[in-house]
């Protein structure tokens, strides 16, 4: 498995080329391998992937826009030609699919898409947050994403984070998706008072030890670490994720 930085986590230092210069060193600088481009600013896709081949970072996987997955597949996917990527994916479905009425459209929507996608060679993805472990009619939003689309048609970045905020454990859902899950978000837990907040993994009460184990069981190709909001720096975050980190995988 390889460990990656989500750069989510440096959003607000990666809207200019020279920033994104920048914050890519820093990342291979702490000895992370891999990427995840996601909410950075509006630079080409063969300058993005010239300074992660400047910083000896791989791109493994991308969060790109819904509604360009939907409606521009083909230009999406050469994209992610330009930068090596083989994985293609959604951080979160439009809202408008997630009620009882409406959520069945969303496979009839971007199934083609999806076919399309496995055809060039990759495989579009979905990444979780905690309202997918709602149920409509006594079945979780999640199962009904794994019965909608073949595993050839739909993986999932499976984050850590947000399993357990939905009231799931976390290694049975990796069970349950083994093979379906190459790329998972590592995101620790901890707790301030009565609040739940997102820590640097290895600083909260999730059980990596047991997660990175079944990570190696179900087939995780790419461990990347994200922390959506951080208590101070978030290059300092990734850092100390990184340092807890190592010897585990």
Not at 227 to 242: K, N, T, V, W, Y
């Given at each position: ?21 920048y ?19 509006p ?37 992610h030609d ?29 199934r083609?898409a999806?076919?399309?996608i496995?055809?060039?060679?990759k ?7 905690s ?16 019965e ?6 739909l993986g ?22 083994s ?26 009460n ?8 079944a ?17 101070g ?7 100390r ?9």
């Amino acid at each position: 498995m390889t460990l990656g930085a989500q750069l989510f986590t440096l959003r607000d230092y990666t809207q200019t080329e020279k920033d994104l210069d920048y914050s890519l060193g820093r990342v291979a600088a702490m000895g992370y391998e891999t990427v995840q481009i996601s909410a950075i600013g509006p630079i080409a896709p063969q300058r993005v992937r010239e300074l992660c081949d400047q910083h000896g970072l791989r791109i493994v996987l991308t969060h790109t826009d819904p509604n360009r997955i939907l409606n521009d597949t083909e230009a999406v996917i050469a994209e992610h030609d330009v930068m090596g990527c083989d994985y293609i994916g959604i951080g979160m479905m439009p809202k408008k699919y997630l009620s009882q009425e409406w959520l069945w459209h969303f496979a009839d929507d971007y199934r083609e898409a999806a076919k399309k996608i496995a055809a060039a060679g990759k495989l579009l993805m979905y990444h979780n947050h905690s309202v997918e472990f709602q149920k409509f009619d006594g079945k979780l939003v999640f199962e009904t994403l794994m019965e909608s689309f073949a595993p050839e048609e739909l993986g999932f970045t499976l984050d850590t984070y947000w399993v357990q905020m939905g009231g799931a454990d976390v290694c049975r859902w990796m069970e349950r998706l083994s093979g379906r899950i190459p790329c998972i978000h590592l995101k620790d837990m901890a707790v301030h008072g009565w609040d739940s907040v997102m820590a640097p993994v290895g600083e909260g009460n999730l059980e990596f030890d047991a997660i990175l184990e079944a990570a190696k069981r179900c087939g995780v190709k790419h461990l990347l670490v994200e922390q959506d909001i951080c208590q101070g720096s978030p290059f300092d975050c990734l850092e100390r994720s990184f340092k807890n980190l190592q010897g585990k995988y």
